[in-house]
């Protein structure tokens, strides 16, 4: 079996001394000795945490196994890097996602934030803003956005999900106006690099950053004391503020990260095609969403991290590929998902310890 | 203060009524009184009034269901699309797929242990795929002739589905308010602790409410197909928030124990009322969009700061759900 | 331990003894890191009342959760009227007739008197119909029955706590119950309310219905009870009639040994006005506190539930809002309206619900201790685990938590050892003032000296405490000086040979007259 590296496992909120497969990683001895350890009962911890670490690794696996076998066409290095660019845009935005689900909250209006800084952008640019300075106006799109969800959410402790559906809706009804429901075009040639160039000829600069923010963002989560105090706050925001965690101030922040995060992705999805509408982003929701949850993020806040959201954005992409290549009709696409959603999430209640 | 809650609960949807229907008589006169503006008003409402009835019983019960709008899509689109059975075949069928979703969800919330809100999100990403696959992302015509009535037609002036809403509201106003199953809803949703221990079957009443609310946005999608001999992909998918919004306004609370189908009508009403007026009055789509977006933040919010005030309930059980909320043994809704 | 098997009802000797109602037989319970139930034996009979005695934590919540169905027994069984029964649920408990008036005061807020006295059971009139009507007079002549003047029509929610408990009792007594069950029933009952409960339950005995009733008030056991089972760690240790076993005897078979519990005294090194509260006030829970703090001393603060104990603690600490009034530290004035603000400034709490507020119990001993400080274990933002891993040995060692690794989950070490966690977390803040509210609970009895001689570690070393308990005995053990506090208000301050339980019982309750519990 393949496992990734191991960053994502070797964390003081879930190392497990006792697992051998952590600590000798990849090795044929370790494999055998854990296969013919005696068996145990399913909700043991450590059985809990193998599973849960590597469903989506698994099921990547058991995907590319499954592209390979099906066409021929699937496992060539211009097909997968396809893929790797295709999920950047919404891997980014799953990125964001991730942060707030940690903290066992949502963000539904990232779909047309990506939208609106799209929008934004290329409206400064018409207006005579240089590209730079464009992109600069899109970035701040999202955190505004960011700034008004994590402030009504904070002050009022209304619901996530509902508040952040209804400034989605607000979000939109500006896009749409700014750019009277029409396509705009950027005026700037050199504005599709970021979405369609290369780094040194080779990787795209869109993976690069999705995978540089990727790897950032891992490495906040586990290794500072911010990111600690997010999982403490999914869990139970009580601890988190009598231990000395300004809540109100973190939360804010996670929204504002998530919005920022859809920001950029609003701008490489309307670089890549020179022009944007105001509804570029519809599905991206529930979409980023999967992919978290996908990667094993628990819904239920406190476990999670922005690699296995990487795992979990790329299964979608392999999922979506195949589906491409097999000719199969997008709506099976749609239910494949849910389904798999409710089952991860089914099995993420299911395995959970502390449940009554 | 809470007996004030209680009261201000019922009295909200009364005040949001009467205040947006002056405000619309006074800008628009008798443009906006006409019957014929009534009247239009009054159908679009009762379609969508099934599923805010349903959607006020899960509230009540404590959970929420997002999922409607989906399950009114797809009825909808099996109303029309089995058509070629019979009407009365292609209705039953819709309704039995609205209850089959409702089970479901029931299940996932009850046996599952998922939280409502993530098991409905869930099902109503695949009851949406459903509906894209069933349409092929077309719209389908409806065949049978004078189907139309039921969502189309009116006796006299009014309209055949307010009549039927109607009809479906003073049954569940009945139904919640004298019959022990419907108060069990209440109770539930009310402090789930103290109901559990009293010896009421938690599972049982969440699951029923789900059901419910899965068959009465069928209703919803029965109607709608009805009155546009149509079916198309795109139904439904602001719902969820509408039925939400209509909900609370009417008194329902995300924390449950509250609410009243009576109210949850003159919610919708009221959003029902403030469409067709910016209509009337030439507002752009856009500023539509934003004003329904701005009022559906504002219940929103208005709940959750009612809910935490202290104006709200008592201090001991609400604050156990509340901190319980915090510490994650009661999860987000 | 054998225990005499005694009958307690009064029955005619000629007649042959009634069989037990309900028989417990060597139900063991477990929960992860601790055996709440061990091998427990219980029998109830018709028209008996039966009591239920032990610390906290013996487990006699456990026990009658199980008799009521909310958990299931692990090992043993259970029969009724000789048959073996499976109380899987609250459901199926009622359908058996056997009813429970929780410890934690729970009514539907948003419903009326009426409706939650006859929760899921709503009369109904001919046509099948909830009659408001017939559900209000009944719930009237329930109320009656209760002495309690209420409205039946009014709203649950905005009542009393008294109130709500005696609306509680009245959703048990106005079924036709074979069995109730009272947990902890008069804790927030005057002693009119009381004597008025006590009345209602010799007439449901008259009536022939079981009861089993939990108390901590040793006097209610002797005024009402036939016997009296005591537990201690989960263990059946007697079973006696209440006519035979004297005072002395249930205590120490509660504490497992003689306690002659003294006061240390007054604090040998006291140093420097550490900690000086003045006019401190929270609207609607604490009105003008004044008192002070030296280094080297602990503070006891006792006081009945709901007298502002913890939320003195938590204004203190941040944590609620400060209306009036000021605190300084060391001399300087602190604001400090959030938890954060506090801790900066050397202030450390060890909160009540260690499980709910005082750990992540999914997270590791490592990841608990070092959860205040991460932000000094970073090197450049960047958390080191060399450092975190130190700091949590040290505290482990130094603290005494037996855990296998510092990576264990919380979640499944005992009580005391969690206790100890959270203790190494807030020492590790190097607080100038520690405030321990309810250092033990549920801890027993051999944890609870091994902490209790920790503080007073602490405080010979110069740390300034402030320890909140409703364990008299615990107060009195640990306090150079005692604070009784009384609906949010200090009562009195009790210094050397005056801290007895009596005083403080006296201070607590705001009587005058001489201590109306028991003493020692």
Same mark, same amino acid.
């Given at each position: 079996m393949?496992?990734?590296?191991?960053?994502?496992?070797?964390d003081?909120?879930e190392?497990?001394?006792?697992? #051998?497969?952590a600590?000798?990683?990849?090795?044929?001895?370790?494999?055998?000795?854990?296969?013919?350890?005696?068996?145990? #009962?399913?909700?043991?911890?450590?059985?809990?945490?193998?599973?849960?670490?590597?469903?989506?690794?698994?099921?990547?696996v058991?995907?590319l196994?499954?592209? !390979?076998?099906?066409?021929?066409?699937?496992?060539?290095?211009?097909? %997968?890097?396809?893929i790797?660019? !295709?999920?950047?845009?919404?891997?980014?935005?799953?990125?964001?996602?991730?942060?707030?689900?940690? #903290?066992?909250k949502?963000?539904?209006?990232?779909?047309?934030?990506?939208?609106?800084?799209?929008?934004a952008t290329?409206t400064?640019?018409?207006?005579?803003?240089?590209?730079?300075?464009?992109?600069?106006?899109?970035i701040l799109?999202?955190?505004?956005?960011g700034?008004?969800?994590g402030?009504?959410?904070?002050?009022?402790k209304?619901?996530?999900?509902?508040?952040?559906?209804?400034?989605?809706w607000?979000?939109y009804s500006?896009?749409?106006?700014i750019t009277?429901?029409?396509t705009?075009?950027?005026p700037?040639?050199?504005?599709?690099t970021?979405?369609?160039?290369r780094l040194?000829?080779i990787?795209?600069?869109?993976?690069?950053?999705?995978?540089?923010?990727?790897?950032?963002?891992?490495?906040?989560?586990?290794?500072?004391?911010?990111?600690r105090?997010l999982?403490?706050?999914?869990?139970?925001?009580?601890?988190?503020h009598?231990?000395?965690?300004?809540?109100?101030r973190?939360?804010?922040?996670?929204f504002v990260?998530c919005?920022?995060?859809?920001?950029?992705a609003?701008?490489?999805v309307?670089?890549?095609?020179?022009?944007?509408?105001?509804?570029?982003?519809?599905?991206?929701?529930?979409e980023?969403?999967?992919?978290?949850?996908?990667g094993g #993020?628990s819904?239920?806040?406190?476990?999670g991290?922005?690699?296995?959201?990487?795992?979990?954005?790329?299964?979608?992409?392999?999922l979506?590929n195949?589906m491409?290549?097999?000719?199969?009709?997008?709506?099976?696409?749609?239910?494949?998902?849910?389904?798999?959603?409710? %089952?991860?999430?089914?099995?993420?209640?299911?395995?959970?310890?502390?449940?009554? | 203060m809470?007996?004030?809650?209680?009261?201000?609960?019922?009295?909200? &949807?009364?005040?949001?009524?009467?205040?947006?229907?002056l405000?619309?008589?006074?800008?628009?006169?008798?443009?906006f009184?006409?019957?014929?503006n009534l009247?239009?008003?009054?159908r679009?409402?009762?379609?969508?009034?099934p599923?805010?009835?349903?959607?006020?019983i899960?509230?009540?019960?404590?959970?929420?269901?997002i999922?409607?709008?989906s399950?009114?899509?797809?009825?909808? /689109?099996?109303?029309?699309?089995?058509?070629?059975?019979?009407?009365?075949?292609a209705?039953a069928?819709?309704?039995?797929?609205?209850?089959?979703?409702?089970?479901?969800?029931?299940?996932?919330?009850?046996?599952?242990?998922?939280?409502?809100?993530?098991?409905?999100?869930g099902?109503?990403?695949?009851v949406?795929?459903?509906?894209?696959?069933?349409?092929?992302?077309?719209s389908?015509?409806?065949?049978?002739?004078?189907f139309g009535?039921?969502?189309?037609?009116?006796?006299?002036?009014v309209p055949?589905p307010?009549?039927?809403?109607?009809?479906?509201?003073?049954?569940?106003?009945w139904f919640?308010?004298?019959?022990?199953?419907?108060?069990?809803?209440?109770?539930v949703?009310?402090?789930?602790?103290t /109901?559990?221990?009293?010896?009421?079957?938690? &599972?049982?009443?969440?699951?029923?409410?789900f059901?419910?609310?899965g068959?009465?946005?069928a209703v919803?999608?029965?109607l709608l &197909?009805?009155?546009?001999?149509s079916?198309?992909?795109?139904?439904?998918?602001?719902?969820?928030?509408?039925?939400?919004?209509?909900?609370i306004?009417?008194?329902?609370?995300?924390?449950?124990?509250?609410?009243?189908?009576?109210?949850?009508?003159?919610?919708?009403?009221?959003?029902?009322?403030?469409s067709?007026?910016?209509?009337?009055?030439?507002?752009?789509?856009y500023?539509?969009?934003?004003?329904?977006?701005?009022v559906?933040?504002?219940?929103?919010v208005?709940?959750a700061?009612?809910?935490?005030?202290?104006?709200?309930?008592?201090?001991?059980?609400?604050?156990?759900?509340?901190?319980e909320?915090?510490?994650?043994?009661?999860?987000?809704? | 331990?054998?225990?005499?098997?005694?009958?307690?009802?009064?029955?005619?000797d000629?007649?042959?003894p009634?069989?037990?109602?309900?028989?417990?037989r060597?139900?063991?319970?477990?929960?992860?890191?601790?055996?709440?139930?061990?091998?427990?034996?219980?029998?109830?009979?018709p028209?008996e009342?039966? @009591?239920?005695?032990?610390?906290?934590?013996?487990?006699?919540?456990?026990?009658?959760?199980?008799?009521?169905g909310?958990?299931?027994?692990d090992?043993g069984?259970?029969?009724?009227?000789?048959?073996?029964i499976e109380?899987?649920?609250?459901?199926?408990?009622?359908?058996?007739g056997?009813?429970?008036?929780?410890?934690?005061?729970?009514v539907e807020?948003?419903m009326?008197? $009426?409706?939650n006295?006859?929760?899921?059971?709503?009369?109904?009139?001919?046509?099948?119909?909830v009659?408001?009507?017939?559900?209000?007079?009944?719930?009237?002549?329930?109320?009656?029955?209760?002495?309690?003047?209420?409205?039946?029509n009014?709203?649950a929610?905005s009542?009393?706590? =008294?109130?709500k408990?005696?609306?509680?009792?009245?959703? =048990?007594v106005s079924?036709?119950?074979k069995?109730?069950?009272?947990?902890? $029933?008069?804790?927030?009952?005057?002693?009119?309310?009381?004597?008025?409960?006590?009345?209602?339950?010799?007439d449901?005995?008259?009536?022939?219905?079981?009861?089993v009733?939990?108390t901590?008030?040793?006097?209610?056991?002797?005024?009402l009870?036939?016997?009296v089972?005591?537990?201690?760690?989960?263990k059946?240790?007697?079973?006696n009639?209440?006519?035979?076993?004297?005072l002395?005897?249930?205590?120490?078979?509660?504490v497992?040994?003689?306690?002659?519990?003294?006061?240390?005294?007054?604090?040998?090194?006291?140093a420097?006005?550490?900690?000086?509260?003045r006019?401190?006030?929270?609207?609607?829970?604490?009105?003008?506190?004044?008192?002070e703090l030296?280094?080297?001393?602990?503070?006891?603060?006792?006081?009945?539930?709901?007298?502002?104990?913890?939320?003195?603690?938590?204004?203190i600490?941040?944590?609620?809002k400060?209306?009036a009034?000021e605190?300084?530290?060391?001399?300087?004035?602190?604001h400090?309206?959030?938890?954060?603000? @506090?801790?900066?400034?050397g202030? @450390?709490?060890?909160?009540?619900?260690?499980?709910?507020?005082?750990?992540?119990?999914?997270?590791?001993v490592?990841?608990n201790?070092?959860?205040?400080?991460?932000?000094?274990l970073?090197?450049?933002?960047?958390?080191r685990?060399?450092?975190e891993?130190?700091?949590?040995?040290?505290?482990?060692?130094?603290l005494?938590?037996?855990?296998?690794?510092?990576?264990q989950?919380?979640r499944l070490l005992?009580?005391?050892?969690?206790q100890?966690?959270?203790?190494?977390?807030?020492?590790?803040?190097?607080?100038?003032?520690?405030?321990?509210?309810?250092?033990?609970?549920?801890i027993?009895?051999? =944890?609870?000296?091994?902490?209790? =001689?920790?503080?007073s570690?602490?405080?010979?070393?110069?740390?300034?405490i402030?320890a909140?308990?409703?364990?008299?005995?615990?107060?009195i053990?640990?306090?150079?000086?005692?604070?009784?506090?009384?609906?949010?208000?200090?009562?009195g301050?009790?210094?050397?040979a005056?801290i007895?339980?009596?005083?403080i019982?006296?201070? $607590?309750?705001?009587?005058?007259?001489?201590?109306?519990?028991?003493?020692?």
């Amino acid at each position: 079996m393949l496992r990734t590296s191991e960053l994502p496992e070797r964390d003081v909120l879930e190392a497990d001394p006792r697992s #051998t497969v952590a600590t000798r990683g990849l090795s044929l001895s370790g494999l055998i000795s854990w296969i013919a350890r005696p068996a145990q #009962t399913p909700r043991s911890a450590k059985t809990v945490r193998f599973v849960r670490k590597n469903t989506s690794i698994v099921l990547l696996v058991v995907l590319l196994i499954a592209g !390979a076998s099906v066409s021929p066409v699937f496992f060539t290095v211009d097909n %997968l890097f396809n893929i790797l660019w !295709a999920v950047s845009v919404l891997g980014i935005v799953a990125l964001g996602q991730c942060i707030l689900i940690i #903290t066992c909250k949502f963000d539904m209006s990232v779909a047309f934030t990506v939208g609106l800084s799209g929008v934004a952008t290329i409206t400064a640019q018409n207006a005579g803003v240089g590209l730079l300075p464009s992109f600069g106006i899109g970035i701040l799109t999202g955190v505004a956005i960011g700034l008004l969800n994590g402030v009504i959410v904070v002050t009022t402790k209304a619901n996530p999900f509902l508040v952040t559906l209804g400034s989605s809706w607000l979000v939109y009804s500006i896009a749409l106006a700014i750019t009277n429901s029409k396509t705009i075009g950027s005026p700037y040639e050199s504005f599709g690099t970021l979405g369609r160039g290369r780094l040194f000829g080779i990787v795209h600069y869109s993976v690069v950053i999705f995978l540089v923010l990727a790897v950032a963002l891992e490495i906040v989560l586990r290794h500072t004391a911010f990111g600690r105090s997010l999982f403490v706050i999914g869990i139970n925001q009580r601890v988190a503020h009598l231990s000395g965690t300004r809540v109100n101030r973190t939360v804010i922040l996670t929204f504002v990260a998530c919005a920022t995060a859809a920001a950029m992705a609003g701008l490489i999805v309307s670089s890549r095609n020179g022009s944007t509408v105001a509804n570029v982003g519809i599905g991206m929701d529930f979409e980023s969403i999967i992919a978290v949850v996908l990667g094993g #993020t628990s819904l239920f806040g406190g476990r999670g991290g922005a690699l296995r959201t990487v795992v979990g954005v790329l299964v979608l992409g392999v999922l979506n590929n195949l589906m491409v290549l097999l000719n199969f009709p997008i709506e099976a696409q749609q239910i494949a998902k849910g389904s798999i959603f409710l %089952l991860i999430v089914w099995m993420d209640s299911f395995l959970r310890e502390d449940k009554r | 203060m809470i007996a004030l809650a209680r009261a201000l609960g019922r009295q909200t &949807a009364v005040i949001v009524f009467m205040g947006i229907f002056l405000l619309f008589t006074v800008l628009q006169g008798s443009m906006f009184t006409s019957a014929i503006n009534l009247s239009n008003i009054s159908r679009q409402v009762a379609i969508d009034a099934p599923h805010v009835m349903g959607q006020v019983i899960v509230l009540i019960s404590g959970g929420i269901d997002i999922s409607v709008g989906s399950v009114m899509a797809m009825s909808s /689109a099996l109303t029309i699309g089995l058509q070629e059975y019979g009407a009365v075949w292609a209705v039953a069928a819709a309704l039995a797929f609205g209850a089959a979703v409702g089970a479901v969800n029931g299940l996932l919330v009850t046996k599952g242990k998922i939280v409502p809100f993530i098991a409905t999100l869930g099902t109503m990403g695949v009851v949406r795929g459903m509906v894209l696959a069933y349409t092929e992302q077309r719209s389908i015509p409806g065949t049978i002739e004078n189907f139309g009535f039921w969502g189309g037609g009116s006796l006299g002036m009014v309209p055949v589905p307010l009549v039927i809403s109607l009809a479906i509201m003073i049954a569940l106003w009945w139904f919640l308010r004298y019959t022990v199953t419907g108060r069990g809803f209440f109770a539930v949703g009310g402090d789930k602790e103290t /109901a559990y221990l009293a010896g009421v079957s938690v &599972a049982r009443f969440q699951f029923t409410a789900f059901v419910l609310s899965g068959t009465l946005a069928a209703v919803s999608g029965v109607l709608l &197909a009805s009155r546009l001999d149509s079916a198309n992909a795109q139904i439904g998918v602001d719902t969820p928030l509408l039925s939400i919004a209509a909900a609370i306004i009417g008194g329902a609370s995300i924390l449950g124990g509250r609410g009243g189908v009576i109210g949850g009508f003159l919610g919708i009403t009221s959003l029902g009322m403030l469409s067709t007026g910016m209509n009337l009055m030439g507002v752009n789509t856009y500023y539509q969009i934003a004003t329904r977006a701005t009022v559906l933040i504002v219940v929103v919010v208005v709940d959750a700061l009612i809910v935490n005030s202290k104006l709200s309930a008592a201090r001991l059980p609400l604050e156990r759900k509340m901190d319980e909320h915090l510490r994650k043994e009661v999860v987000i809704v | 331990m054998t225990v005499p098997h005694a009958r307690s009802v009064d029955v005619d000797d000629k007649m042959p003894p009634p069989a037990p109602l309900l028989d417990l037989r060597g139900i063991s319970k477990f929960f992860p890191g601790v055996k709440a139930l061990d091998d427990v034996s219980f029998d109830l009979f018709p028209g008996e009342i039966h @009591a239920l005695i032990g610390e906290n934590g013996a487990g006699k919540s456990t026990l009658i959760k199980i008799m009521s169905g909310v958990y299931r027994a692990d090992s043993g069984e259970i029969q009724m009227n000789g048959n073996v029964i499976e109380v899987a649920n609250p459901v199926v408990a009622q359908a058996l007739g056997i009813n429970y008036v929780p410890q934690e005061i729970g009514v539907e807020p948003f419903m009326t008197v $009426a409706e939650n006295i006859f929760l899921g059971r709503y009369p109904r009139n001919r046509l099948g119909m909830v009659s408001r009507r017939m559900m209000n007079r009944r719930a009237a002549e329930t109320l009656r029955s209760l002495g309690l003047d209420l409205d039946p029509n009014a709203i649950a929610g905005s009542l009393s706590l =008294a109130e709500k408990q005696m609306i509680t009792i009245g959703r =048990a007594v106005s079924t036709r119950s074979k069995l109730i069950i009272f947990d902890e $029933a008069t804790s927030s009952l005057t002693s009119a309310e009381t004597d008025q409960l006590f009345r209602v339950i010799r007439d449901l005995k008259r009536q022939g219905i079981a009861m089993v009733y939990v108390t901590h008030r040793l006097d209610e056991l002797f005024n009402l009870c036939d016997r009296v089972t005591i537990l201690r760690d989960g263990k059946l240790i007697s079973m006696n009639r209440v006519a035979a076993i004297t005072l002395s005897r249930v205590i120490s078979d509660m504490v497992g040994r003689n306690i002659e519990v003294h006061s240390p005294g007054a604090a040998p090194h006291l140093a420097d006005k550490r900690l000086e509260v003045r006019h401190l006030s929270v609207d609607g829970a604490l009105a003008d506190i004044n008192f002070e703090l030296n280094g080297g001393e602990i503070l006891g603060i006792a006081g009945l539930m709901g007298s502002g104990r913890t939320e003195l603690a938590r204004a203190i600490f941040g944590d609620l809002k400060i209306s009036a009034g000021e605190i300084r530290i060391d001399g300087k004035v602190i604001h400090a309206s959030f938890p954060k603000a @506090a801790i900066d400034a050397g202030i @450390a709490l060890v909160p009540e619900d260690r499980k709910g507020e005082g750990t992540v119990l999914s997270h590791s001993v490592k990841a608990n201790i070092c959860g205040a400080v991460l932000k000094s274990l970073t090197r450049g933002g960047l958390i080191r685990k060399s450092l975190e891993n130190r700091l949590a040995r040290a505290y482990t060692t130094q603290l005494g938590i037996r855990t296998p690794s510092v990576d264990q989950e919380v979640r499944l070490l005992s009580g005391g050892n969690q206790q100890r966690v959270v203790l190494g977390k807030w020492l590790a803040t190097h607080p100038r003032i520690l405030i321990v509210d309810e250092p033990t609970r549920g801890i027993d009895v051999g =944890a609870k000296a091994e902490i209790h =001689a920790l503080l007073s570690q602490l405080a010979e070393q110069g740390m300034a405490i402030i320890a909140i308990s409703s364990e008299l005995p615990e107060i009195i053990a640990l306090s150079n000086r005692v604070l009784v506090m009384y609906r949010g208000t200090i009562q009195g301050e009790l210094t050397g040979a005056d801290i007895t339980q009596d005083r403080i019982m006296r201070l $607590a309750t705001a009587t005058q007259e001489e201590g109306s519990h028991v003493e020692n």
